[in-house]
């Protein structure tokens, strides 16, 4: 099985850098991805580990440490519309229903940014 | 960019009536969709992956007679809740895998539904 553990909530003002990490413990392990979800909206992608090391992909970065197996978002510039849920998610082996490549989703940190 | 749509985005229906929602890929082809069902303040939770063509496969505790998968084409998934219940109110999402992605490995990324909102009364 999979597991990942995510801080459920984390507040920052506007401007300012914020991590948000994950660490994950699975039976088999390809990569991790990132996803912002709005309230009521649907997630959206925004990054994908599957080597260590840094991702950037403008004001936000991913980063991934197999040997430790966690990782963390990174958000840059901090803006009002930041404000979102944000779920790391691995792509792992087989699932329950044993399809493989399926992700298993973090329980999601509530990011809060304040003016 | 890919675009996955549902229909309806929120629907509510009476107890133990069934609810029919779509999932369409409008701009490419789908091998694969998956069905998530998340409540408020909750991670998102797969209830099963379809395939085109061939019957889905439901995660542990997601009852098939329940939740009725079709994936009739490559463009088109659909989740019916049969018999809905006041528990089964929710916020169901789909998403898609695109066939050429996942012909060629890339099948990471997963492009997400706009979601659809369940309230069995």
């Known amino acids: 099985g999979q597991s990942l553990e995510q801080p459920s909530e984390v507040t920052a003002v506007e401007g300012a850098i914020v991590q948000i990490n994950c660490t994950y413990q699975?039976?088999?392990?390809?990569?991790l991805s990132w996803y912002q979800q709005h309230d009521g909206g649907a997630p959206t992608f925004l990054s994908y580990?599957?080597?260590?090391g840094l991702e950037e992909t403008g004001r936000f970065s991913s980063f991934l440490s197999r040997s430790d197996s966690y990782g963390y978002l990174l958000l840059q510039e901090l803006q009002m519309k930041d404000s979102a849920s944000y779920f790391c998610?691995?792509?792992?082996?087989?699932?329950?229903?044993?399809?493989?490549?399926?992700?298993?989703f973090g329980r999601g940190t509530s990011l809060i940014v304040h003016p | 960019g890919a675009v996955v749509s549902q229909h309806p985005s929120w629907v509510i229906c009476k107890s133990g009536t069934s609810v029919k929602i779509e999932c369409r890929s409008l701009?490419?082809?789908?091998?694969?969709m998956f069905w998530y069902r998340q409540f408020p303040k909750q991670s998102l939770m797969l209830m099963a992956t379809?395939?085109?063509?061939?019957?889905?496969?439901?995660e542990q505790g997601v009852e098939k007679d329940k939740f009725l998968i079709n994936h009739a084409s490559l463009t088109l998934s659909t989740l019916t809740v049969t018999s809905a219940h006041p528990e089964d109110s929710s916020f169901y999402i789909c998403?898609?895998?695109?066939?050429?992605?996942?012909?060629?490995?890339?099948?990471?990324?997963?492009?997400f539904g706009p979601g659809t909102r369940l309230t069995v009364t």
């Open positions: 998610a691995s792509r792992g082996g087989a699932s329950a229903s044993g399809g493989s490549y399926i992700p298993t």
């Open positions: 699975t039976s088999g392990f390809y990569g």
């Open positions: 580990n599957a080597l260590d």
């Open positions: 701009d490419f082809q789908a091998t694969t």
């Open positions: 379809s395939n085109e063509g061939s019957k889905a496969t439901y």
């Open positions: 998403s898609a895998r695109e066939k050429t992605l996942e012909l060629a490995g890339f099948s990471y990324e997963q492009y």
